[in-house]
């Protein structure tokens, strides 16, 4: 029998809102020689992206806050934010579930397991990435539907690696399982939680620097790019993190509403190494 006591990265049972926020770092802890090299990459390219926005809102760091009335494109600089960092979290999502899944089962994948392109359906999950940020654009420009847009996408990447949902019955399959219960308010609090310790650490580790003069952050270029590279240091571990608080939540919400822990106490010791039940709608 899989390990199913307290520790396990993922028990056999429906968790508490605590028990879920620890499930998610333990298994960001067992897989994080994947998950953060990859959320480095996303996080750069993410602060490379946002530049030139920053620049034509005139963005100052290093909270990138405009006060130079130019409040429309400073708008539309957070909207592209937020659909950028729901891509992220959906492409990390996918070896983030495909690990939950794993440790739902009583294994731990390696590296090569988890980098392999076989059965990860990285196709669907990179064709969804643009519809995600598309929609995330959507609501974040329109403000609190921000709020519930985040709130009903965490289940895509779960939804395509897990239950082999194809193209957009995905991104159905993830509202529908955010609609049960607490998973939307589940995602949200922990969006918040690590954005709340993401402005404390970007902004500590950028004035810790200033404070020891070791550049000169007078400088406008320097600035930015410590800047820059202080948040995505940042979001490096954030990011990976939220993964693996959705891919552990939708596993959270099948066993709640759908009894997969009882499917799998049922399934013979074979079938359930050969990986998770199909899920039932």
Do not use: K
């Not at 199913?4 to 028990?19: M, W």
């Not at 090299?37 to 390219?45: D, N």
């Not at 731990?108 to 076989?118: D, F, I, N, S, Y």
């Not at 939680?193 to 200033?210: E, P, S, T, Y």
């Amino acid at each position: 029998m899989p390990d199913v006591g307290p520790t396990a990265v993922l028990p056999r049972r429906p968790l508490t809102v605590g028990e879920l926020l620890d499930s998610a770092v333990l298994l960001l802890r067992a897989q994080g020689r994947v998950l953060v090299p990859l959320a480095v990459l996303l996080a750069a390219g993410e602060q490379l992206l946002l530049l030139p926005l920053r620049r034509l809102a005139d963005a100052v760091p290093p909270v990138w806050w405009s006060d130079s009335g130019a409040f429309p494109l400073w708008w539309l600089l957070l909207a592209v934010g937020a659909a950028s960092e729901a891509v992220i979290v959906l492409l990390l999502g996918n070896p983030a579930a495909r690990a939950a899944g794993a440790a739902l089962l009583g294994r731990r994948v390696g590296v090569g397991e988890l980098l392999r392109p076989a059965g990860a359906r990285w196709g669907v999950t990179l064709l969804l990435a643009p519809v995600v940020g598309l929609l995330m654009l959507i609501a974040a420009l329109l403000g609190p539907a921000w709020l519930v847009g985040y709130g009903l996408l965490g289940s895509v990447a779960a939804a395509v690696v897990l239950d082999r949902r194809p193209g957009a019955s995905a991104v159905v399959r993830a509202a529908r399982i955010a609609m049960r219960g607490r998973v939307a308010a589940v995602r949200v609090l922990g969006y918040l939680g690590w954005w709340v310790l993401r402005v404390g650490l970007a902004l500590g580790l950028f004035f810790g620097v200033d404070s020891l003069h070791l550049i000169d952050l007078t400088d406008p270029t320097v600035r930015v790019a410590a800047t820059m590279l202080a948040w995505a240091a940042v979001n490096s571990v954030a990011y990976p993190a939220l993964a693996c608080l959705d891919a552990v939540v939708h596993l959270d919400t099948r066993m709640r509403t759908e009894g997969l822990d009882i499917q799998l106490a049922r399934t013979p010791a074979g079938l359930v190494a050969a990986g998770l039940p199909a899920a039932d709608r």
